[in-house]
């Protein structure tokens, strides 16, 4: 096992800076997932660490050593890519024993490494075969096996699911899962994919312009995003915005937008609580809204269960059925909402619906900034 140091990394291409003084602590053993849009950086930020791209300033040190100039064979690294990269015509034992002959390693030990991590991966039924026979799923296995018979101490994983379909995607990524509990490898895996992320990460960095703008666990980014971007870029569908402003009622704070107050827990701000006055704007999950007409649960129930709180009436606009769940988007007086409809009472476009929220699940950030409050 082995820990990543980046410091105040930069990078450059085409006189573009790609990643901007970026510093990250990756520890022994850990599965970091660096998620965002394409063009974020966070596959230059894979290659700089790996070697296959020089820096423009600052430093990767790998288990407290300096490598940020040393040749990519030099840092103990793995990668595996979106591409499988596989040699056609060869074996898939003799793709994955390719770089240790290439390095001279003993033809014995490449056999046992081979024999190995193809036990590992479950190929060691499809030694004999050539890429060619292989379906998508097994190719990209054979890719990840190529870098695990290195026996290196860090795996860099570049999408490697990207390429394949959403039941593949689906099998690897436990499979990946698995894998990094059997050996307990530190693995950073790039991805564009927030389920895939969500469900992989021990860690989770989400980027934007060549900077982290949230370093957390999967549950930290989720549940108490850090600025805007990340509560908007997490989630399916995405989180609801609504503007509005604090006002103080005697010792309790209130959001208020048109048409909607909620009364604010102390717990919910991380330092100091906004001025009465001041804009801001409130953050909700379809997944946290409540419908005061389902079966058996009345409005004077809903209005009085724990920190729920009405926020009003919403007109259906749109139902999109999902199998398990629907997600209705609702029209309020303060804008559109998406929710999320388990309790499996229909709806109709047109209807007018109550609705509830938990108010210690919100969250509040600047107007200005997009910083959580």
Known sequence: MTALTVEQLSVQLGG????????LQVESGEF?????????????????????QAPHSGRVLIDGVDRTWSDPGERNVGMVFQSYALYPTLSVEGNLGFGLRARGVARREVRERVLRVAQLLQLDALLERKPAQLSGGQ????????????????????????????????????????????????MIHVTHDQVEA?????????????????????????????????????????????????????ASLQFCATGLRIDLPAQLFNAAPPLDGESLVLGLRPEHIR?????????????????????????????????????????????????????????????????AVDAAAVSLFDATSGERC
Request: overall charge positive; proline content about 3%; hydrophobic content about 45%.
């Open 139 to 186: 190719r990209q296995r054979v890719a990840i096996g190529r870098a695990l018979v290195r026996e290196a101490g860090l795996l860099l994983l570049d999408e490697p699911l990207s390429n394949l379909d959403a039941g593949l995607r689906a099998t690897l990524r436990r499979e990946l899962k698995l894998l990094h509990q059997r050996l307990g490898a530190t």
């Open 32 to 52: 970091l997932v660096l998620l965002g849009a394409s063009g974020c950086g966070k596959s230059t930020l894979l290659h700089t660490v790996a070697g296959l």
């Open 291 to 355: 419908f005061a007409t389902a079966p058996g649960v009345s409005s004077a129930q809903i209005a009085h269960s724990g920190q729920d709180a009405h926020i009003g009436a919403g007109k259906v606009s749109l139902i999109e059925p999902l199998g398990s769940h629907e997600v209705l988007w609702l029209e309020l007086e303060c804008g559109t909402v998406a929710a999320l409809n388990h309790q499996g009472q229909r709806y109709n476009r047109g209807e007018l619906v109550k609705l």
């Open 198 to 250: 969500l469900t992989l990460a021990t860690r989770l960095a989400v980027m934007q312009e060549g900077r982290i703008r949230q370093l957390g666990t999967p549950e930290e980014v989720y549940r108490r995003p850090a600025n805007r971007f990340v509560a908007g870029f997490i989630g399916s569908p995405a989180m609801n915005f609504i503007e509005g402003s604090i006002a103080r009622v005697g």
């Open 16 to 23: 573009r800076r790609v990643i901007d003084q970026l510093d």
